[in-house]
C-alpha cells in the first residue's frame, strides 16, 4: 500500500465496538428472514456495516465532551446559539432552522417553497428529497449531465448541472413555474459525484437572471470541496473552509442531513437567506419539528453537530475520508470489478447491470446482489437501482434508472483501511462465482418509500 497516496487515519481510535461474524448460515437465514432486504437486517447479524453513511458516524472526543454540555431547555438552548452561529459563520448563510435531520429540512422547504403544478430541477432524484417534492405538488426534473447516468464514464464533475437542460426547461415552461433548483452537492446516486464551482456559479447566475432560487441539497458539501480542492483550477491553494464559503455565497439556502458531512448520528437544518422563507419556515417547524430553537434535536445533539461540521472541514479529515473511499474502489478496480466510475465522495458504487449480465431490471438485480454480499461475508450494503426509484407518481409504473448499483457506503472515521481490504477481497470473491445470484420479486411492496420496508423472495 502507498502511503502517500493514502495517508493513514488521522486520529487515533480509544473507544471500540466489537463486531462479529456470525456463520455462513445462519447469514443465509437471516437474508430470508428479512425478507432479502438489507435494511431489514438487524445489526447485530452484520460484520462490517456498509448500508450507509447516514448517521453511522464516529464522533470525536470533542464532540462527546460537547454532548455533556447539552442545554435541555424547551426554549433558547445555548447549544442552538452555538449551532446557529456555527452554521452562519461556515456557509455564510443568514438564517438556520433546526430539523431533526435532511428529510424535515426537505419538508418544510417543500412544502414553503412548492406551488402545486411547479417545476423542481435538480441533478438527479434523491429518494426522501424527490418525495417531499412530488408530495408537495412539485414535478421533478432530472438536469444533471448525461454522463452522470452512465457508470462507465470517468470525467470529472459528474453531478454538474447541464446548464442546457436548464435553460431549456427555462424557455419552455416559463420561470415562474419553477419552484427553485435543488443542487446537491455531492450528488448521491450518480456516485457521490461532486459539483464543481463553475457549474454552481453558472447554475447560480442563470437563475439570479430569471428570479429562480437555488436551493443546495448540502448533505455531503464538505466532500465536494474536497474535490473542487483536488481537481478544480484555481483552488488547490485554497482552504476546504474557503471553497465552503464560496460554494455557498451562489446558494439562496441548502436542506442539510447532519447525519452525513455534520459527522453526527442525528440532526439537520435548514438553512435560508429569504426574510419572508424563513418567517415561513419558522412557522411550519413548530408543526413538524419542534421549537424554532431545537427543531426535533436534543441540546446536546446540537452540540456536536456544531462541533462536527466543524470537524469536516479540517482538511487532513476530509482528505482521509474521500481517499479510504477511493482505496476501496481502487482494489475493486484492479480485480476488474465494475463499478461507477469515477469514485465518487462517500461510497463506492458496484455496478450490478454488469456484475449480474444474466439478470434484467426487472428481477433487481442490484437488490439481488446486495443480498448475496451479505450472506457471502456479511458486509451490509444498499440497493440503489429500480427498487429505490420507486414508481412514477402520475403513471404508477417502475421508474427504471440507468444506473443500477449497489452502493458499499463507508461510514466516517468508523472502519480502517484493513476493513476496506476485507470488503474488496469479499467482493472479489463473489464476482468470481456471480452467475449463482439469483433474481428477486416483491413480495411486499410499500407505496411510499419502498425500499426502505420492501419483501422479497427468489424468483
Ligand atoms: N441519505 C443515505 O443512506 C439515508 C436515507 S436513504 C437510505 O444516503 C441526500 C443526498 C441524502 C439523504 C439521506 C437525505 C435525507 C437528503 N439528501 O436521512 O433525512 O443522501 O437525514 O437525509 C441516506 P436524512
Known amino acids: ?46 460484520y462490517i456495516d456498509l448500508l450507509t453513511d ?22 433558547g438552548s445555548r447549544n442552538f446559539e452555538h449551532l446557529e452561529s456555527t452554521v452562519k459563520e461556515l456557509l455564510g448563510v443568514k438564517h438556520v432552522v433546526p430539523t431533526h435531520q435532511g428529510r424535515g429540512a426537505e419538508n418544510i422547504l417543500s412544502t414553503i417553497a412548492i406551488k402545486p403544478g411547479q417545476y423542481v430541477p435538480g441533478n438527479m432524484y434523491f429518494t426522501t428529497t424527490r418525495f417531499h417534492q412530488e408530495h408537495n405538488g412539485g414535478i421533478f426534473v432530472d438536469i444533471v449531465r448525461d454522463e452522470a447516468h452512465d457508470a462507465t464514464i470517468d470525467v470529472p464533475f459528474k453531478g454538474n448541472i447541464d446548464i442546457n437542460k436548464l435553460k431549456k426547461l427555462i424557455d419552455e415552461k416559463g420561470a415562474e413555474s419553477i419552484a427553485y433548483v435543488c443542487l446537491a452537492v455531492t450528488v448521491n446516486l450518480a456516485g457521490g459525484q461532486p459539483v464543481s464551482m463553475a457549474n454552481i456559479k453558472e447554475v447560480s447566475a442563470l437563475c439570479r437572471e430569471h428570479g429562480i432560487k437555488v436551493f443546495f441539497d448540502a448533505t455531503r458539501f464538505a466532500e465536494n470541496a474536497y474535490f473542487i480542492k483536488e481537481q478544480e483550477e484555481g483552488y488547490a491553494d485554497k482552504t ?5 464559503h464560496e460554494m455557498f455565497s451562489y446558494a439562496d439556502g441548502a436542506t442539510m442531513s447532519g447525519k452525513k458531512d455534520g459527522i453526527v448520528n442525528i440532526g439537520g437544518f435548514l438553512a435560508l437567506n429569504d426574510e419572508e422563507l424563513f418567517m415561513a419556515a419558522k412557522e411550519m417547524v413548530v408543526v ?32 482521509h475520508r474521500v481517499l479510504q473511499v477511493r482505496y476501496l474502489g481502487e482494489r475493486l478496480l484492479e480485480a476488474g470489478v465494475p463499478i461507477v466510475e469515477p469514485v465518487g465522495g462517500h461510497a463506492v458504487f458496484l455496478d450490478a447491470r454488469r456484475f449480474c449480465p444474466h439478470l434484467e431490471q426487472k428481477d433487481f438485480p442490484a ?19 429500480i427498487v429505490s426509484a420507486g414508481r412514477d407518481i402520475k403513471t404508477g409504473e417502475n421508474h ?32 468470481n462465482h456471480k452467475e449463482d445470484i439469483k433474481g428477486l420479486k416483491f413480495v411486499y411492496e410499500p407505496k411510499q418509500l419502498r425500499f426502505f420496508t420492501a419483501r422479497f423472495e427468489h424468483i
Not at 462479529?20 to 425478507?35: F, I, Y
Not at 476546504?240 to 465552503?244: D, K, L, P, R, Y
Not at 434508472?401 to 474488496?424: C, F, N
Open 1 to 46: 500500500m502507498d502511503y502517500s497516496k493514502y495517508p493513514a487515519e488521522p486520529f487515533r481510535i480509544k473507544m471500540v465496538e466489537p463486531v462479529k461474524m456470525v456463520s455462513k448460515e445462519e447469514r443465509a437465514a437471516v437474508a430470508k428472514e428479512s425478507g432479502y432486504n438489507t435494511f431489514l437486517i438487524p445489526s447485530k447479524e452484520v
Open 367 to 385: 437488490q439481488a446482489l446486495a443480498n448475496e454480499l451479505f450472506i457471502e461475508s456479511g458486509v451490509r450494503s444498499m440497493e440503489r437501482g
Open 54 to 75: 447516514s448517521g453511522t458516524n464516529a464522533m470525536s472526543d470533542r464532540q462527546w465532551a460537547g454532548m455533556m454540555l447539552g442545554d435541555e431547555a424547551y426554549a
Open 288 to 319: 413538524y419539528e419542534g421549537m424554532p430553537s431545537y427543531g426535533g434535536m436534543a441540546g446536546r445533539d446540537m452540540e456536536a453537530l456544531a462541533i462536527g461540521l466543524k470537524e469536516s472541514m479540517q482538511f487532513e479529515y476530509i482528505q
Open 240 to 244: 476546504i473552509t474557503e471553497i465552503v
Open 400 to 431: 427504471t434508472p440507468k444506473l443500477e448499483t449497489v452502493r458499499l457506503t463507508i461510514p466516517r472515521r468508523v472502519y480502517t483501511y484493513k476493513h476496506m481490504d476485507v470488503v474488496a477481497d469479499a467482493v472479489i470473491k463473489l464476482y
